[in-house]
Nanobody
């Protein structure tokens, strides 16, 4: 497994941008698919974005498509989530997750998780 640490969350006004980072430690990061998930208070965890081990394939929830971009730098063992045009409904704790093999949208299929970083979007 890999250990994951998220950073980059904060408070931003609607329409603003944030860039989340997820630093991974452990072996073979480049062989892991990575995902971003979020959970708002009182709501279930939901898929946000995922990226294949090479970065060549990316997947997005419809709610963030066109506004968020997932990317990775395997040389730095880091995955990013660039969030633009933020909306109050994007407010949540954001988590990165890792799994061997190909990316999937179901959070239960990811064995490794970070501790989360809070994103708050004010109206």
């Amino acid at each position: 497994q890999v250990q994951l640490v998220e950073s980059g969350g904060g408070l931003v006004q609607a329409g603003g941008s944030l860039r989340l980072s997820c630093a991974a430690s452990g072996r073979s990061f480049s062989s892991y698919a990575m995902g971003w998930f979020r959970q708002a208070p009182g709501k279930e965890r939901e898929f946000v974005a995922a990226i294949s081990w090479s970065g060549g394939n990316t997947y997005y929830a419809d709610s963030v498509k066109g506004r968020f971009t997932i990317s990775r730098d395997n040389a730095k063992n880091t995955v990013f989530l660039q969030m633009n045009s933020l909306k109050p409904e994007d407010t949540a704790a954001y988590y990165c997750a890792a799994r061997p093999g190909f990316p999937v949208l179901l959070g239960d299929e990811y064995p490794s998780w970070g501790q989360g970083t809070q994103v708050t979007v004010s109206s």
